[in-house]
């Protein structure tokens, strides 16, 4: 068998969709993206292409391996996010052409479901609140959503009150019992998110994610001396390489890689494999396509501590397309009792409704970050 083409779809509502054909018929799907940037990434999946036509695509592990280091350059979102699409529609191949999901091909699942969370939003605690006993009364045993606006590296108690009243009107409305994740999103610096997490201790939160910038990782020691909350983060992390250090230093208690930032299935099974070692938990990044689910899946079920996926299902990107629309075995993604089933078919298990892939194509997207400023003017971490 071998690769003889490269096709990629920009679709809405920010995503970008990866076919590899082969010559005996069997297609391959992978969700290279970087959100924001997703042209950027799609040039960079197509200059990878020159190497692999021609390939034997089981060749999965030589095939990252002269992806990543024989540019010589390497790393970062761009190049690793190209790389986990590829890897991705390898494995799906791979699985196809051997009649097996491809979790069987990792060493078999040790899981048959995974508990996952909504994302909840609102303009106020009342709504942020009602959003989410919305979300618990269709299922759902966890939730997360954004714990702040922007903050200042050093900003008013005024804001911390505010971002601690919208948890606790959550934690009021939908009981001690139900998890909530709140995602900092990295918009918050040493000083605050020392206080912020402090504050939001006695809420019992599942996780406080990205209390800081990656890039401020140091600053962790602070914060977790602060609160006995779980930290999770990694969602801007590329490889196992960025994760290396994170893991040594001790402070993080779960981590998020993105199967489509983080190249791919092949490098993100390293990384889980990396954490259960240093005791730490995992939680896949993905708030993404149908794709990126599927992938993140597979992971899941080799994965002795993973415990929680996340998923786009109504999140406020999705409105003009949900990730059951450009599937069409939606029922793979079988939501029951606040988890989702591991997806028993070849491959990773969906069904990529290519003739919707392509209409959809047409109109493409050119979504972006929304850019804040602080009240005086300088930029703010969105």
């Not at 390497?74 to 699985?95: E, N, P, T």
């Not at 997490?197 to 910038?213: G, Q, S, T």
Request: glycine share 8%; proline share 5%; with cysteine.
């Amino acid at each position: 068998m071998k690769i003889t083409k490269l096709t990629t779809y920009i679709v809405p509502p920010r995503w970008l969709f990866l076919k590899i054909e082969t010559d005996e018929g069997i297609v391959g799907w992978g969700e290279p993206v970087v959100e924001g940037r997703a042209l950027t990434v799609q040039a960079a999946v197509h200059e990878m292409e020159d190497y692999l036509i021609g390939k034997d695509p089981f060749l999965i592990e030589d095939h990252w391996t002269v992806l990543y280091r024989g540019g010589f350059y390497r790393g970062g979102a761009v190049h690793m996010s190209a790389l986990a699409g590829i890897d991705q529609a390898l494995w799906d191949i791979k699985g196809k052409a051997l009649g097996q999901p491809i979790h069987s091909l990792l060493g078999g699942q040790l899981r048959d479901r995974i508990k996952v969370y909504s994302w909840i939003g609102g303009d106020r605690p009342s709504d942020v609140a009602r959003n989410a006993r919305d979300v618990v009364a269709r299922g759902f045993k966890a939730i997360k959503l954004n714990g702040c606006e922007e903050l200042q590296i050093v900003d008013s108690w005024e804001k911390i009150d505010k971002a601690v009243e919208t948890i606790a009107t959550i934690r009021d409305a939908i009981g001690p019992h139900i998890g909530i994740g709140v995602d900092f999103h990295g918009r918050v610096q040493k000083p605050m998110a020392k206080v912020l997490a402090k504050e939001l201790d006695p809420y019992k939160l599942m996780f406080i994610e990205e209390p800081v910038l990656s890039e401020n990782r140091e600053a962790l020691r602070d914060i977790v001396n602060h609160c006995s909350t779980p930290i999770a983060l990694g969602e801007r992390l590329y490889s196992r390489w960025d994760f290396k250090q994170v893991l040594a230093d001790g402070f993080v208690d779960i981590i998020q890689p993105d199967l489509s930032h983080a190249g791919g299935i092949t490098e993100c099974r390293k990384i889980a494999a990396m954490a259960e070692a240093y005791d730490v938990a995992l939680a896949p990044h993905c708030p993404l396509g149908p794709i990126a689910l599927a992938a993140c899946l597979q992971v899941d079920a080799v994965s002795h501590n993973a415990f929680i996926q996340e998923q786009s299902l109504g999140i406020h990107y999705n409105a003009s397309n949900d990730i059951l629309d450009y599937i069409s075995n939606p029922e793979v993604f079988a939501y029951a009792d606040g988890m989702v089933a591991i997806p028993q078919g070849p491959g990773l298990g969906i069904e990529v409704n290519e003739d919707y892939v392509i209409e959809r194509a047409k109109e493409g997207h050119r979504w972006r970050n929304p850019i804040w400023r602080h009240q005086d003017g300088s930029f703010a971490e969105w």
